[in-house]
């Protein structure tokens, strides 16, 4: 489970941020905090602002991260491979853009008994890798131990078997980071932290093209297996039952493409008969192909027990259909893995104290200056110095702005002839 996420320099985030999904000693909705190892864990976690106000790139931070954990052994024999990744520091002032930009994770392993916590981190400029560092903290241990460490002129790989610290020291180069070009070298320790990364997912709704590919992607084993389609009719039966089944037929192969290609058809009850009409699945509405977009992600993470990052996550979605979504990871019984939800949305019919906790709604917002900074409900402080309690209507007061991070509305005078 993921419990922090810390990053600094990148995009609209000058200074340093945390995302804490760490449970505070709040008392609401205390069954759903999870105890693994010494730490207390929340299942979710929404990030609200303006538009413009950098919620997307808490999220594209994450994946920035994860890309080049997964990735970054490739970038040393292909320069054109990093010169794509670079990361985007800070554009707004003389100093930032020429400095690291630096992502660092608090978390756990899912299925772990030892229950150990694990801290990693890097920090990247325009050359490549400054810094990197691996720790882990034993259930037991209040101290982390160093796996390894890599400085501008420090390399401690002491952690790692002998044989495994000669094959890094040869091939490491500096665009690449130790934890990919290990997984890649089959180091245990190495592969443990990149699996991790690999198995969460991302669903950028915000981006057209994403939307395009995430819609035709199809749920593990849904071609072949007559239970996987059943679990996406029962799914979609949580919001529309008029979808009874599907029709799945291969389509000729175009370009001597290798990947089979299929057409698939939602199949609706006739009201006046037992026969049913073919609806290809992309005339569905834009609701519907967002949550089948939604599934296979869905699946995987509940599977595993691992993090669901989605930005925007209202978009085209009833809010009830929202919160029927939350509540599968909301839910311990459902959420039996302890999967992680983080998302970004505009949706304040969400905001409220008979669902989230205080510690789980988090807010964006942007200065004068151009640097976005991010904060919990439940660390904000209002005017007259007082913490916010848990019977306030949060979506009335955020609304208000009695807790920042909404738009500064001025009339739209351009219409106006004269």
Same mark, same amino acid.
């Given at each position: 489970?993921?419990?922090?996420?810390?990053?600094?320099?990148?995009?609209?985030?000058?200074?340093?941020?945390?995302?804490?999904?760490?449970?505070?000693?709040?008392?609401?909705?205390?069954?759903?905090?999870?105890?693994?190892?010494?730490?207390?864990?929340?299942?979710?976690?929404?990030?609200?602002?303006?538009?413009?106000?950098?919620?997307? #790139?808490?999220? =594209?931070?994450?994946? /920035?991260?994860?890309?080049?954990? $997964? %990735?970054?052994?490739?970038?040393?024999? @292909?320069?054109?491979?990093?010169?794509?990744?670079?990361?985007?520091?800070?554009?707004?002032?003389?100093?930032?853009?020429?400095?690291?930009?630096?992502?660092?994770?608090?978390?756990?392993?899912? #299925?772990?008994? =030892?229950?150990?916590? /694990?801290?990693?981190?890097?920090? $990247? %400029?325009?050359?490549?890798?400054?810094? @990197?560092?691996?720790?882990?903290?034993?259930?037991?241990?209040?101290?982390?131990?160093?796996?390894?460490?890599?400085?501008?002129?420090?390399?401690?790989?002491?952690?790692?078997?002998?044989?495994?610290?000669?094959?890094?020291?040869?091939?490491?180069?500096?665009?690449?980071?130790?934890?990919?070009?290990?997984?890649?070298?089959?180091?245990?320790?190495?592969?443990?932290?990149?699996?991790?990364?690999?198995?969460?997912?991302?669903?950028?709704?915000?981006?057209?093209?994403?939307?395009?590919?995430?819609?035709?992607?199809?749920?593990?084993?849904?071609?072949?297996?007559?239970?996987?389609?059943?679990?996406?009719?029962?799914?979609?039966?949580?919001?529309?039952?008029?979808?009874?089944?599907?029709?799945?037929?291969?389509?000729?192969?175009?370009?001597?493409?290798?990947?089979?290609?299929?057409?698939?058809?939602?199949?609706?009850?006739?009201?006046?008969?037992?026969?049913?009409?073919?609806?290809?699945?992309?005339?569905?509405?834009?609701?519907?192909?967002?949550?089948?977009?939604?599934?296979?992600?869905?699946?995987?993470?509940?599977?595993?027990?691992?993090?669901?990052?989605?930005?925007?996550?209202?978009?085209?979605?009833?809010?009830?259909?929202?919160?029927?979504?939350?509540?599968?990871?909301?839910?311990?019984?459902?959420?039996?893995?302890?999967?992680?939800?983080?998302?970004?949305?505009?949706?304040?019919?969400?905001?409220?104290?008979?669902?989230?906790?205080?510690?789980?709604?988090?807010?964006?917002?942007?200065?004068?200056?151009?640097?976005?900074?991010?904060?919990?409900?439940?660390?904000?402080?209002?005017?007259?110095?007082?913490?916010?309690?848990?019977?306030?209507?949060?979506?009335?007061?955020?609304?208000?702005?009695?807790?920042?991070?909404?738009?500064?509305?001025?009339?739209?005078?351009?219409?106006?002839?004269?």
């Amino acid at each position: 489970m993921l419990i922090q996420f810390n990053f600094k320099n990148y995009k609209s985030f000058k200074e340093e941020v945390t995302l804490d999904l760490s449970a505070t000693k709040i008392t609401e909705f205390s069954d759903r905090v999870v105890s693994i190892g010494n730490e207390k864990i929340l299942p979710v976690s929404a990030i609200y602002g303006a538009n413009a106000s950098g919620k997307s #790139n808490v999220y =594209s931070a994450f994946e /920035y991260m994860t890309n080049y954990v $997964v %990735d970054s052994f490739k970038y040393g024999d @292909e320069e054109e491979h990093f010169d794509q990744f670079k990361p985007t520091p800070f554009l707004f002032d003389t100093t930032s853009p020429k400095e690291s930009s630096s992502f660092e994770v608090y978390f756990t392993i899912p #299925n772990d008994k =030892s229950e150990k916590t /694990y801290n990693y981190g890097f920090c $990247v %400029d325009a050359q490549g890798v400054t810094e @990197e560092w691996l720790n882990s903290k034993a259930k037991t241990s209040k101290k982390y131990k160093t796996i390894f460490y890599r400085g501008e002129d420090e390399l401690d790989l002491s952690g790692f078997p002998k044989s495994s610290q000669g094959n890094i020291q040869v091939a490491l180069e500096k665009q690449v980071l130790i934890v990919s070009l290990g997984a890649k070298l089959k180091i245990g320790k190495c592969k443990v932290i990149r699996d991790w990364f690999i198995d969460n997912r991302f669903a950028d709704f915000g981006n057209p093209f994403t939307n395009y590919w995430m819609s035709r992607r199809l749920p593990k084993g849904f071609v072949t297996d007559k239970q996987v389609q059943q679990k996406v009719i029962d799914y979609f039966a949580s919001f529309d039952e008029h979808i009874q089944d599907f029709k799945i037929e291969q389509v000729p192969q175009e370009n001597d493409s290798k990947q089979n290609q299929y057409k698939i058809s939602a199949l609706h009850k006739v009201i006046d008969s037992d026969s049913y009409a073919e609806i290809p699945l992309e005339s569905e509405s834009g609701g519907t192909l967002k949550m089948f977009a939604l599934y296979p992600g869905l699946q995987e993470v509940l599977e595993k027990g691992s993090v669901f990052i989605i930005d925007e996550l209202n978009a085209r979605l009833h809010p009830l259909l929202v919160r029927n979504f939350l509540l599968t990871f909301l839910n311990p019984e459902m959420n039996k893995n302890h999967a992680q939800l983080i998302f970004t949305t505009h949706d304040t019919w969400q905001l409220s104290n008979q669902l989230l906790r205080r510690d789980e709604i988090w807010f964006v917002k942007k200065d004068e200056s151009g640097i976005s900074t991010l904060y919990s409900l439940a660390d904000f402080v209002d005017e007259d110095g007082d913490r916010i309690r848990k019977d306030e209507s949060y979506e009335k007061n955020y609304l208000l702005g009695k807790y920042g991070a909404i738009p500064s509305l001025k009339s739209i005078s351009v219409l106006d002839e004269k």
